[in-house]
């Protein structure tokens, strides 16, 4: 069964466009509470980490009250990006799973490969192993049968074989339903355990199957969040990074009840219009962008320079 993204929660989806800053929002109570603690998590994150925040104590002074301000504001753009994404993409289904050992699987193929590609991948999967434990006494040449014909090689086909081993180990079953009851960080730490499997594959599961606020970035997520310049107030520049440097940098600085719409959305409109020679004129959030306020800012001065 797919598990479809959720909108955002009722609280914030219902504000008119002019979205009022956290302090003024009615969210439900768990909601508030863990967008407080995120908030108190941020005003220490952005004093201990200079390096990455290199603007803080220019503009705050280091005063936790400033700080907390600059927070404030950053939240409101996140907001606002998060809404205009969200109604610009009304059909939001990834493909993803609410299993998690089905959107494991599903996110452990679908890394380097086509859309396409990899949706096939996983239903010829399943047809082939309609139990997941029979993966497990597969060898690796029967399953790259399937994973091959996506251009996947021999070693992934290997991962998931031996993945399907350890997890009957480690539960005496093909089930990670397990993980319910386990707490974020021991769920990553057990899933990053396994071959092939990183941190942004472990967040999928966190967020999608899991229903936790989690925030798996790929490589849309990093480049359009790189561009509308998240926590630039504070001087974060994302344009250099990796995606894997770019989920350790960015997993807790989303607000904690936007990261799955943000997520898809950020996905989607990586997809479709901030794809690596973006489309900036038919962008939709170019009025919260950075790359796009200095693209025409440059077009600007080119253009008053006499000929």
Same mark, same amino acid.
């Given at each position: 069964? %797919?598990?479809?993204?959720?909108?955002?929660?009722? %609280?914030?989806?219902?504000?008119?466009?002019?979205?009022?800053?956290?302090?003024?929002?009615?969210?439900?109570?768990?909601?508030?509470?863990?967008?407080?603690?995120?908030?108190?998590?941020?005003?220490?994150?952005?004093?201990?980490?200079?390096?990455? +925040?290199? $603007?803080?104590?220019?503009?705050?002074?280091?005063?936790?009250?400033?700080?907390?301000?600059?927070?404030?504001?950053?939240? /409101?753009?996140?907001?606002?990006?998060?809404?205009?994404?969200? &109604?610009?993409?009304?059909?939001?289904?990834?493909?993803?799973? #609410?299993?998690?050992?089905?959107?494991?699987?599903?996110?452990?193929? #679908?890394?380097?490969?086509?859309?396409?590609?990899?949706?096939?991948?996983?239903?010829?999967?399943?047809?082939? +192993?309609?139990?997941?434990?029979?993966?497990?006494?597969? &060898?690796?040449?029967?399953?790259?049968?399937? !994973?091959?014909?996506?251009?996947?090689?021999?070693?992934? %086909?290997?991962?998931?074989?031996?993945?399907?081993?350890?997890?009957?180990?480690? +539960?005496?079953?093909?089930?990670?339903?397990?993980?319910?009851?386990?707490?974020? /960080?021991?769920?990553?730490?057990?899933?990053?355990?396994?071959?092939?499997?990183?941190?942004?594959?472990?967040?999928?599961?966190?967020?999608?199957?899991?229903?936790?606020?989690?925030?798996?970035?790929? !490589?849309?997520?990093?480049?359009? $969040?790189?561009?509308?310049?998240?926590?630039?107030? %504070?001087?974060?520049?994302?344009?250099?990074?990796?995606?894997?440097?770019?989920?350790?940098?960015?997993?807790?600085?989303?607000?904690?009840?936007?990261?799955?719409?943000?997520?898809?959305?950020?996905?989607?409109?990586?997809?479709?219009?901030?794809?690596?020679?973006?489309?900036?004129?038919?962008?939709?959030?170019?009025?919260?962008?950075? +790359?796009?306020?200095?693209?025409?800012?440059?077009?600007?001065?080119?253009?008053?320079?006499?000929?």
């Amino acid at each position: 069964m %797919a598990a479809r993204s959720p909108l955002l929660p009722a %609280a914030i989806s219902a504000c008119p466009p002019a979205i009022p800053a956290p302090r003024s929002q009615t969210l439900e109570k768990g909601l508030l509470a863990q967008h407080n603690r995120w908030r108190r998590r941020m005003v220490t994150h952005l004093l201990e980490h200079p390096g990455l +925040f290199p $603007l803080v104590g220019q503009s705050t002074g280091g005063v936790p009250a400033r700080v907390r301000r600059l927070i404030t504001r950053e939240t /409101d753009r996140q907001q606002a990006l998060t809404r205009v994404l969200q &109604e610009t993409y009304t059909e939001r289904d990834l493909g993803n799973h #609410s299993d998690p050992l089905d959107e494991l699987i599903y996110i452990m193929i #679908s890394r380097r490969t086509r859309e396409g590609a990899y949706q096939d991948v996983f239903r010829r999967l399943q047809t082939r +192993f309609p139990d997941w434990g029979e993966m497990a006494g597969a &060898e690796a040449r029967e399953i790259h049968a399937i !994973t091959g014909t996506a251009g996947m090689g021999v070693q992934r %086909a290997a991962d998931l074989g031996q993945t399907m081993r350890l997890i009957g180990n480690q +539960f005496g079953r093909y089930s990670l339903d397990d993980l319910q009851d386990w707490t974020d /960080d021991r769920v990553e730490g057990f899933l990053t355990t396994l071959p092939g499997v990183g941190p942004k594959t472990a967040y999928c599961v966190l967020m999608y199957s899991l229903g936790r606020a989690a925030f798996p970035v790929d !490589t849309h997520n990093l480049r359009v $969040l790189a561009r509308a310049g998240v926590f630039h107030e %504070a001087g974060l520049d994302l344009t250099h990074l990796d995606h894997k440097r770019g989920q350790a940098v960015l997993a807790d600085l989303i607000a904690p009840e936007l990261r799955h719409s943000l997520h898809v959305s950020l996905v989607l409109h990586g997809r479709d219009v901030c794809q690596p020679r973006p489309r900036c004129g038919g962008c939709a959030v170019n009025h919260l962008c950075d +790359f796009y306020r200095a693209r025409q800012t440059q077009v600007n001065r080119t253009s008053s320079l006499p000929t």
